[in-house]
């Protein structure tokens, strides 16, 4: 009797230990299969249909999906390189109503993994208890997924936020951070931009890093909305082109991009361009660790913007200040620079030799005109005053470069774009300016800098953005018209700059006289102008050697 008497209170203790497990574990149903319509019309009969969803998250594998309350869709990444068959999903609802079942109402694995991502086929499934059902919606997408949450609308200053990025294959990363709008006439897009800083702790002050998709480990990210491109390639296409050019040191190298669909809350906000922002001192540190101390940095910018930093305006633009070691003095190591082209031609000469660091100036040219900058000479222009030896010198660095390749082109590719500091420095062959842009244009060419180079790389965009499936989607949500033939017109426009470039540097080398880059009336008129004249020359005499060579 005893003996039945212990084996009925282990039993019971045993039951208790299962419940309290069972109650105290977070409930997530998986997933069932599909089933037919006729089951569910059976179930839909025997209960009602629920007014809110049943389902508020999903997840595959563990790792959290998306979801856009508008039109009741969860999105789920499984890569680009799948194919026809399907990799391993497997569902999960945490948070469900405890009792909750879920299944396909849709047989995904009818149709073809590479053709459902590409297509954007959206799977409907149904959640059930014993008294109501609701469906919702699947789609699986090729790219990279960003969740933002905040308990407040995000603006241009910071608030807090939860970011979970996702990527097939890979564990999520899931993090605090700060985030605000960022941008200058972008703000007034309808599509934002937003910075994000990963941070740590109860106050939230520390930083935190994140190893994130495609970009490696970092603090700090760039959610970019290129809202000024339809493409979705250019300013990715630029610094992966920048990045074959040589640089003078290792301070302010060519980020890394990687394309994500972002969603803010439960709000779908279409594609975006992940990436990694300078972070000044980090980045002045590197050429050594008194630069912080010394160095300076500003950015050209157009007047008419709101700025919150501190800028300095003149007759020829507006600089920004980014960085300066005295704020009571911040602006004193941009002054040489203001006065060149107040200077008579040999005294320009004898300080240009002096301040400016001539291959810095040379590869800021060189990719200006080679990528078609249309906004990177008044504006998103990096000037940095480096102090060397008791005197500053002036080092040129790339940002925000999503116009560019033909957004603004002449009719055969042939606009310079206005660099009066730099054209001048050519012009009179300051320190052998010449013959330089012409050795770092055939290392550069050398390094892959062509136009099959570009051509490769606009394809390789477009099959992840077009056979992603979210191509489509970001039209859509934005009411675009969409790009056709987007990567032969900018491959175009490559071929086209590189021969004007082809041209130029060996005019340079040759010719004695001035190239009329730019006089005063043309710079009244903008920024890009024209040497059509001077370059049609170029081309008849090319033309006609080639022709004798050919007889």
Known sequence: MKKLELLAAMLALCALMAAAVVLG?????????????????????EREESAQPLITALENHGVPLAFDRESNTFYCTLGLENGAEWPDV???APGAKRGTAICFADDYTYDWCDEAIREGYAYQLMAYTDSEYAYFNLVFTGLPLVVLRTDEEIGTQD?????????????????SALAHI???????????SYKIKFVRGANRTGSAVYSVPGMGETDELILLAMAYDETLMRDRLSWEMAALAPTPSGAFAARKTQYAEVFVGDAYCGI???????????????????????????RTFVPTMNKERPYLKTEDGAYELFYAPNEASAFDALETYLSLMDMEDEAFVREAESCIHLDSMLRYTLLVQAMALTDNSSNNMFIWARKENGRVRYRFELWDMDLSWDFDPGSEYDYWFALPVQDRALNLDVGGARG????LWAQMKANG????????????????????????????????????????????CAQGR??????????????????VFLDSQQRENGYAVAIGDWLAALRAAQDAENEDFSL
């Open 159 to 175: 608030v807090s936020a939860q970011m979970i990025m996702s990527q097939w294959g890979e564990e999520a990363v899931r993090g």
């Open 449 to 492: 800098f062509t136009a099959e180079t570009v051509e490769a790389l606009t394809q390789r965009y477009q099959h992840e953005l077009v056979d992603s499936g979210a191509y489509m989607r970001n039209m859509t949500r934005w009411n675009l018209m969409g790009m056709d033939n987007a990567a032969f017109a900018i491959a175009s």
């Open 90 to 92: 497997r569902l999960t």
């Open 182 to 192: 960022r941008g200058d006439g972008s703000l007034y897009n309808e599509k934002k």
């Open 25 to 45: 574990s977070p409930y997530a149903p998986a997933v069932g299969p599909y089933r037919e319509i006729e089951a569910l019309w059976e179930i839909e009969d």
């Open 272 to 298: 975006y361009l992940m990436m990694e922002p300078y972070d000044i001192e980090e980045e002045l540190r590197k050429e050594g660790a008194e630069a912080v101390l010394t160095d300076s940095l500003y």
């Open 436 to 439: 330089r842009m012409a050795e």
């Open 498 to 515: 590189f021969e004007m470039l082809d041209l130029v540097t060996q005019a340079l080398c040759e010719a004695e006289e001035r190239m």
